[in-house]
């Protein structure tokens, strides 16, 4: 035996040595599965392609380590079914919504009128945008239901302009405009706005110098794109999330293999699921990833076997992890924001096939590795859809259902023997009776202050 080998094999330790309590079985105990001769073809392949990778994967420590022989079939629908839930992330970078606000504020302002060869004064940005404009007239001559121009920027008969005020501005279809980067003429937005900003520069700079920057931001980073987005989980899944855990230089890839990264198997047998952004224009291609983590909150009642109490489960919490992007990094707040809207879609499904009276969707308050929790990222995406309430210096005391592990040993240095806790997530380990499809339990933890989310 070779000295790595020898070191790694004297340096382990068993699930045994955890174990604070006794329960019966998992919930999810009838939902744990391996292929038999009379498995039908999707579950050999399934399984094929589970075993495979495992083998693959873990080739240097196969004979070191205790495991168990199995995986749970769970899905976007709860247990018993692999599936997805599949929808589509609208992803518009908030800059667009301040870009539009500096827009409104140009076409209100009086003081941008420019001369007009056939026109006389006229005020370039509301001419410009004015199939998007009310238009209220304040030339003499004009009462009444003639005062106002709707869509249409004032002449009169002789194809002069009218002195004017701006009554009202369709934002919705002005933001449209600038998410598309087109005028409503169809032509592009950047070049004729580029044009009409140069001939009041000074006057637009002077006032509105704290647009600056969002105009230089709008002009290469803005972004607007449908992303589609699922969430869920099936037996193949796992090994192309693997592939994108280290093209983004995730802790749960091959270069951790043997600390942090261990036991990212674990999603093969827990309760959580994937929330997988891809690439508009290869659907195959993973882009994003978060783990959603399925709570209940844990009861105060204290009971024999069950020393930490029992979980309510009247009410479900859905809170996803830290959020990993391969592509259009400069747009992670939104992508946050489009998470939760597609989590807050899917709710409902999820309620239903638990049986929880209401879904809550959290977020977390804090991160061991990302600059910003969350919460955080969520809060910087300034978008109007959702609504806050904070739970600080509560700390909800939530947990998992219990579940199997597949690794009974683990490597002594760094290995967990849950999926990463990149939110500080806990771990408590239950012995099971004999006849149960594993000896041992482990269930996640999670002590805390959190964010209630709401999504209008």
């Given at each position: 035996?070779?000295?790595?080998?020898?070191?790694?094999?004297?340096?382990?330790?068993?699930?045994?040595?955890?174990?604070?309590?006794?329960?019966?079985?998992?919930?999810?105990?009838?939902?744990?599965?391996?292929?038999?001769?009379?498995?039908?073809?999707?579950?050999?392949?399934?399984?094929?392609?589970?075993?495979?990778?495992?083998?693959?994967?873990?080739a240097f420590c196969l004979g070191d380590y205790e495991f168990n022989d199995f995986i749970l079939r769970k899905g976007a629908l709860g247990y018993g079914e692999y599936g997805w839930f599949d929808t589509t992330a609208k992803i518009s970078t908030s800059i667009n919504t301040e870009f539009s606000d500096f827009v409104a504020g140009l076409i209100r302002d009086d003081n941008l009128f420019v001369t007009h060869k056939l026109y006389g004064q006229v005020q370039p940005f509301a001419e410009a945008f004015q199939k998007h404009t009310v238009f209220q007239i304040t030339s003499e001559g004009y009462e009444d239901e003639d005062k106002q121009s709707m869509w249409r920027y004032p002449l009169n008969d002789k194809k002069k302009a009218l002195s004017f005020y701006v009554d009202y501005i369709a934002r919705d279809q002005l933001l449209?405009?600038?998410?598309?980067?087109?005028?409503?003429?169809?032509?592009?937005?950047?070049?004729?706005?580029?044009?009409?900003?140069?001939?009041?520069?000074?006057?637009?700079?002077?006032?509105?110098?704290?647009?600056?920057?969002?105009?230089?931001?709008?002009?290469?980073?803005?972004?607007?794109?449908?992303?589609?987005?699922?969430?869920?989980?099936?037996?193949?899944?796992?090994?192309?999330?693997?592939?994108?855990?280290?093209?983004?230089?995730?802790?749960?890839?091959?270069?951790?293999?043997?600390?942090?990264?261990?036991?990212?198997?674990?999603?093969?047998?827990?309760?959580?699921?994937?929330?997988?952004?891809?690439?508009?224009?290869?659907?195959?291609?993973?882009?994003?990833?978060?783990?959603?983590?399925?709570?209940?909150?844990?009861?105060?009642?204290?009971?024999?076997?069950?020393?930490?109490?029992?979980?309510?489960?009247?009410?479900?919490?859905?809170?996803?992890?830290?959020?990993?992007?391969?592509?259009?990094?400069?747009?992670?707040?939104?992508?946050?924001?489009?998470?939760?809207?597609?989590?807050?879609?899917?709710?409902?499904?999820?309620?239903?096939?638990?049986?929880?009276?209401?879904?809550?969707?959290?977020?977390?308050?804090?991160?061991?590795?990302?600059?910003?929790?969350?919460?955080?990222?969520?809060?910087?995406?300034?978008?109007?859809?959702?609504?806050?309430?904070?739970?600080?210096?509560?700390?909800?005391?939530?947990?998992?259902?219990?579940?199997?592990?597949?690794?009974?040993?683990?490597?002594?240095?760094?290995?967990?023997?849950?999926?990463?806790?990149?939110?500080?997530?806990?771990?408590?380990?239950?012995?099971?009776?004999?006849?149960?499809?594993?000896?041992?339990?482990?269930?996640?933890?999670?002590?805390?202050?959190?964010?209630?989310?709401?999504?209008?």
């Open positions: 035996m070779c000295y790595p080998c020898w070191e790694r094999k004297g340096s382990k330790h068993h699930i045994c040595e955890h174990t604070t309590c006794e329960i019966k079985r998992s919930v999810l105990d009838e939902h744990y599965w391996r292929s038999s001769p009379n498995s039908n073809a999707s579950d050999k392949a399934a399984w094929a392609a589970h075993r495979d990778f495992f083998k693959q994967f873990y449209k405009c600038i998410e598309e980067r087109k005028m409503p003429d169809g032509s592009a937005l950047i070049k004729k706005l580029s044009r009409l900003i140069r001939t009041n520069k000074d006057l637009i700079w002077e006032k509105y110098s704290h647009y600056r920057r969002v105009w230089n931001a709008y002009k290469t980073n803005a972004i607007t794109l449908k992303v589609p987005m699922r969430i869920g989980y099936d037996a193949t899944v796992h090994k192309k999330v693997v592939s994108f855990n280290e093209e983004v230089g995730s802790c749960q890839g091959r270069d951790y293999s043997e600390t942090l990264g261990f036991n990212h198997i674990s999603m093969q047998t827990n309760p959580h699921l994937y929330l997988l952004f891809y690439d508009p224009k290869n659907e195959q291609r993973i882009i994003g990833r978060a783990v959603v983590r399925l709570w209940y909150k844990r009861t105060t009642i204290i009971d024999k076997p069950h020393k930490d109490g029992w979980l309510d489960k009247s009410a479900l919490y859905v809170m996803p992890s830290r959020l990993y992007l391969s592509k259009y990094t400069h747009a992670k707040n939104d992508f946050y924001a489009a998470m939760f809207k597609g989590l807050n879609e899917w709710l409902p499904k999820i309620k239903q096939s638990l049986g929880a009276k209401e879904a809550i969707l959290c977020a977390y308050k804090s991160s061991r590795h990302d600059n910003a929790s969350v919460y955080q990222y969520l809060q910087e995406a300034n978008d109007k859809a959702f609504t806050y309430a904070n739970t600080d210096g509560s700390g909800e005391q939530l947990a998992s259902d219990w579940y199997y592990p597949i690794w009974k040993e683990i490597p002594s240095e760094e290995a967990t023997w849950c999926y990463y806790a990149d939110e500080y997530q806990g771990e408590q380990f239950a012995d099971c009776e004999p006849s149960t499809v594993s000896r041992y339990a482990l269930r996640e933890t999670y002590n805390g202050n959190l964010a209630y989310i709401g999504v209008n």
